[in-house]
């Protein structure tokens, strides 16, 4: 079951993104900026237990949404919940009246089944980079481009 996340939730969805950070599969995020964007995570419950979350950020005046930190728990991966994670993530970009929704990925196979196109990075504003100046591959960056118009 798909919640909005809460205070409560924020150190179960950093270790779910520090699990996938350390295999290479996601950027790693602060404690401090879970809580700082806790209004913006969506997560995923089965028998009350947190096994997926993804976030949803605004990206200045450009009508621009990215969507973050997608993880699914290993076992549970493969069964539409990061999916079902995305499109909820997209119903509130829609919600909120924004026009496109990119996410910088290393699996831009799963987002482009999900009608993403890959696009070059230089596309993007440089507002972007601000979270990218922290990113431990800066400035030589690992991870794909892909956009979603609404």
Known sequence: MIKKAKIADAKKIQGLILNEAKKGKVLDRS???????IRNFWIYKDNHKIIGCCALSVVGWQNLGEIK????????QKKNIGTKLV???????????????????????????????????????????KDCMNCVYFPDCKEVAVLYNI
């Open 69 to 76: 930190s997608l993880v699914v728990k290993e076992p549970f």
């Open 31 to 37: 404690l401090n900026y879970i809580y700082e964007n």
């Open 87 to 129: 499109a909820k993530c997209l119903e509130d970009a829609k919600s909120l009246g924004l026009k496109k929704v990119f996410a910088l990925t290393f699996a831009p196979k799963f987002f482009m089944k999900l009608e993403f196109k890959k696009i070059a990075m230089k596309k993007l504003p440089h507002k972007i980079w």
